[in-house]
C-alpha cells in the first residue's frame, strides 16, 4: 500500500489541501506545518511531493504571490529574498515579480518612504540617519538608498 493510500497519508494530504486552498505554501512551510502537527518527515515529504506533481503546491508560484504581497506592503529585495530563503524558496529572481506590481524598486522605496515621511529635503543628522535606518529595515540596500536621497535632493543640514 502506498503512502498516500494509507489513513495517514489521507490525512496529511486533507491538512495540505486546507492549507493550500487558503493561500500558496512553500514546500518548507508545508513540512513544518506537518512536523508541529505530529506526522513524520518521510509521510509528509511523500504526499507534498505527490501534491507538486500533481500542481497543488509549487514553490514558484508560492515566490511570485509572497514577492507581490511584500512589495505591495512596501518591503525591499533584501528583506524579500531572506524571507523567502527562510521560507525554504532560494535563488529566486524578484525582478519579473516587480513589474507586476510597480515599474521599479525606486518607485517602491520613493511610495515607502513619502508614506511614512513629509518631504523635507534638509534634514539634521540625526533625522537622516533615522530615515536610512528605516529604509534598510524595509529591506532596501545602502546604495539605494543614497541614489534614492540624491535623486530627491535630500540633504543633511550642517548647519
Not at 50 to 56: F, K, N, R, S, T
Request: proline share 1%; charged share 35%; net charge positive.
Amino acid at each position: 500500500m502506498s503512502e498516500i493510500d494509507s489513513t495517514v497519508g489521507k490525512e496529511i494530504r486533507e491538512i495540505c489541501l486546507r492549507l493550500l486552498t487558503r493561500r500558496e505554501h512553500s514546500y518548507k512551510e508545508l513540512i513544518e506545518k506537518l512536523a508541529v502537527k505530529g506526522f513524520g518527515r518521510f509521510e509528509s515529504q511523500a504526499i507534498v511531493d505527490v501534491l507538486a506533481e500533481q500542481g497543488w503546491q509549487s514553490d514558484l508560484r508560492f515566490a511570485e504571490s509572497y514577492t507581490r504581497y511584500r512589495i505591495k506592503k512596501g518591503f525591499g529585495p533584501i528583506k524579500i529574498s531572506f524571507e523567502l530563503q527562510q521560507r525554504g524558496i532560494e535563488n529566486f529572481d524578484l525582478d519579473p515579480t516587480l513589474l507586476d506590481v510597480a515599474d521599479d524598486w525606486d518607485e517602491v522605496i520613493e511610495s515607502v518612504y513619502l508614506k511614512k515621511y513629509s518631504d523635507d529635503k534638509l534634514l539634521v543628522k540625526k533625522e537622516w540617519l533615522k530615515r536610512s535606518r528605516f529604509l534598510q529595515q524595509r529591506g532596501f540596500s545602502s546604495e539605494r538608498i543614497s541614489v534614492f536621497f540624491k535623486r530627491f535632493n535630500i540633504q543633511l543640514n550642517y548647519s
